[in-house]
């Protein structure tokens, strides 16, 4: 009898001739290696393995066809595609960076199709915990520290890996995982429930009404209750949203609550987990060994194993039904490039240092990141291949064939400085290598390591002028080192075409377009900084080191309140205007759309893409507001002299926020609105929504 399109009723059926023992066999997820998986498989123990590396490709498919000679049920593989699998694309957060949700879903469909040809099922991703930590080494994986621009790209995440039928995504990790205290990677979040719901939950409602098939709990407590096994939030997806797709623990998260001290031992853990509504057990091993025995004891409903097991099988059998769908044309190399192109962000470009002329006689090239193909691939890469990757330096003498490209690794710094001095101009990379973010990779002084630092600051007081390429899993603290820099132009971890990205950005043949989805803050010290922050009772008046003597205000003594980069930011080689801000009826009714409209001009002489963005603040609550909050953007392109009018439409949902009672109102009153290159914009006008 074959496992394929059968209806719910011919599944009830299954599930009745199926032991009790089988029944959790399904349940239980283990990685590839696990000892004894095989014998496991065919006992009927497990109904999911996890890919890990290289080696796990060849076993997981023998284990697939293992499954299917003992059993009709199909085992799926999973693995983490976070940013590509084999061809490896720029890391999550510089995909944000490009503000391009179209590419990113281009991304995220490409990456699932050559993993599906690895026969893998499953895909743990996207991550949409909103993130407004640097230190917090996840921050790479995320789009960022914005609620809305995080809604965009889950949808274009999960669309994407979904778009074949063939694989199903897993939104993650539900939920407030990236509000680690401290930035410490696992550690507790404390948030209210209108914070969740206004900033933390809205990217997993997009995703699952996207489609998405699955959902991964957080490892973290919240509010002292590990999300795991957080009743609000299984009220939430289940009762709430309606969300009947099927729901994993993380990495042996059952087992960690017994570390969390909510329960004694694996068998409570176990007890816990499916009381609250884990589906699959990932590594804990918690339902294979206790839940017959708690189901034995009475103490949990088969009924609740029956409906778990359901939502499994159905998962299985829409997975399996489009599994012979052809895998269409794909480029991932072309892909992949102009991703990394899009996604590199210009810091900073004093007196249009940057473009190169096409052949400058000779150019210093400095630091060992320039020489480190592994850097460029970033955190989830354990596919990728190094040796497939050019490093920026072959990149490099490539593009500027015609002119000397002097390498060195910098690790004597006389010699660097003595080859910069020789030079006509002088490139350095500096940054984090892939190794220093993501999962339990936080860092308490995220800033470029102080070998760098000096070398900079000795090149600058040397009289170079120092174009900086920075590679990086996270915003970093770079208020010293950009004192040394000419310009900065920051490339991320952008993956196996990041090298000729650099190369070509560098050469003037692409425009840099990306811009900030996270704030560079100027001190540790004045975490966290999104821009998107209350206004406080006592907020500071003025700008930079005028807010030190404004007394009894919101501010540091020592600090100021502003970024070192806001949010949004990006420069390009060209300069675009903005001007004539119209709201086309300024006073709508709540059920009315807003239009918006601004004329942007490219003043300068290269034509560029411009992220045109669009932020509002609502001046009178229930609640206390955000002082800006990003609403709307569109990219458009634009010839050097060329003019364009963008248009918006806001609709009034979109202006709504959670009041005391935690539900989502909109009300009548007045709406600053600013449209400009970012956060800090400040070309303005207002608009009324009347009952
Ligand atoms: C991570 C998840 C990942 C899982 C499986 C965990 O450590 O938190 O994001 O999907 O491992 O690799």
């Known amino acids: 009898m074959s496992f394929l399109l059968k209806s719910e009723c011919e599944l009830q059926a299954i599930i009745a001739q199926m032991s009790l023992k089988e029944k959790i066999g399904q349940m239980n997820q283990l990685i590839v290696s696990h000892e004894n998986i095989e014998e496991k498989i065919m006992a009927g123990d497990v109904g999911s393995v996890i890919i890990i590396n290289d080696e796990d490709i060849e076993r997981s498919s023998q284990q697939k066809k293992l499954a299917s000679q003992c059993s009709e049920i199909p085992l799926l593989v999973s693995t983490d595609v976070i940013h590509g699998y084999k061809t490896i694309y720029p890391i999550p957060l510089a995909c944000s960076s490009t503000w391009n949700p179209e590419l990113v879903e281009q991304v995220a469909y490409h990456s699932a199709q050559e993993s599906a040809a690895d026969s893998t099922d499953w895909i743990f991703a996207p991550m949409v915990d909103i993130s407004r930590d640097l230190r917090w080494g996840r921050i790479a994986e995320s789009a960022g520290e914005d609620t809305y621009l995080n809604t965009v790209f889950s949808r ?122 884990i589906d699959v057990d990932m590594m804990s091993n918690a339902y294979s060994l206790h839940l017959e025995e708690l189901v034995l004891e009475g103490r949990v409903d088969e009924a609740l194993i029956n409906a778990s097991l359901m939502r499994i099988l159905q998962l299985k059998q829409e997975l399996i039904s489009e599994q012979n769908k052809t895998v269409s044309n794909r480029d991932d190399a072309k892909l992949a490039l102009q991703t990394a192109l899009e996604s590199a962000v210009l810091l900073k470009n004093d007196k249009n240092i940057l473009p190169l002329n096409k052949q400058p006689e000779s150019i210093a090239l400095l630091g060992e990141l320039a020489a480190d193909r592994a850097s460029l691939l970033g955190t989830w890469s354990f596919l990728g291949e190094p040796e497939n990757t050019d490093s920026i330096q072959e990149a490099i003498n490539r593009k500027f064939s015609g002119s000397a490209v002097i390498y060195n690794d910098a690790q004597d710094r006389a010699k660097a400085l003595d080859i910069a001095k020789q030079c006509e101009k002088v490139v350095i990379i500096i940054g984090e290598q892939a190794c220093m973010s993501g999962e339990a990779h936080s860092r308490s002084e995220p800033g470029i390591p102080s070998a760098q630092l000096e070398l900079l600051k000795a090149l600058k007081e ?117 001007k004539d801000l119209k709201i086309l009826e300024p006073n709508i009714k709540i059920s009315e759309c807003l239009q918006v409209e601004i004329t942007v001009e490219n003043t300068g002489s290269h034509d560029c893409s411009e992220i045109v963005q669009l932020y509002v603040r609502d001046l009178v609550a229930q609640t206390a507001r955000p002082v800006k909050e990003l609403k709307a953007f569109k990219k458009v392109d634009l010839q050097a002299g060329e003019s364009r009018s963008v248009q918006f439409s806001l609709s009034s949902e979109d202006l709504g926020y959670y009041n005391w009672d935690n539900q989502y109102q909109v009300d009548a009153g007045d709406f600053d609105l600013w449209v400009g290159p970012n956060s800090k914009s400040n070309l303005y006008t207002q608009f009324s929504l009347e009952k």
């Open 462 to 578: 040397s009289g170079n002028e120092v174009i900086a390429i920075l590679l990086s899993g996270r915003p970093l603290i770079l208020t010293e080192a950009e004192l040394y820099c000419d310009a900065i132009l920051l490339a991320w971890h952008g993956g196996t075409y990041a090298g000729d990205a650099i190369a070509e950005i560098l050469a003037g043949d692409f425009n840099p377009s990306g811009r900030l989805t996270c704030t560079f803050p100027r001190s540790v010290g004045q975490v966290p900084l999104n821009y998107n922050h209350r206004n406080t009772g006592r907020p500071v008046l003025g700008e930079g080191i005028t807010q030190f003597a404004e007394a009894y205000k919101s501010n540091y003594i020592d600090q100021t309140n502003e970024a070192l980069y806001p949010f949004g930011y990006g420069l390009n080689y060209s300069q675009v205007e903005y």
């Open 156 to 277: 274009a995440w999960v669309e994407g890996i979904q778009k074949s039928g063939s694989v199903a995504a897993c939104v993650k990790h539900f939920a407030a995982y990236g509000a680690a205290e401290g930035g410490r990677d696992y550690n507790s979040a404390q948030v209210s429930e209108r914070m969740l719901r206004e900033v933390y939950l809205p990217p997993f409602k997009e995703a699952i009404d996207a489609g998405c098939k699955t959902l991964m709990m957080a490892f973290q407590d919240l509010n002292g209750i590990p999300a795991s096994i957080h009743p609000l939030l299984y009220k939430i997806l289940r009762q709430e949203w309606g969300f009947d797709g099927v729901i994993i623990s993380d990495y042996n998260a059952i087992l960690e609550l017994v570390e969390h001290g909510v329960a004694e031992n694996l068998k409570e853990a176990a007890y816990l987990a499916i009381q609250a509504g």
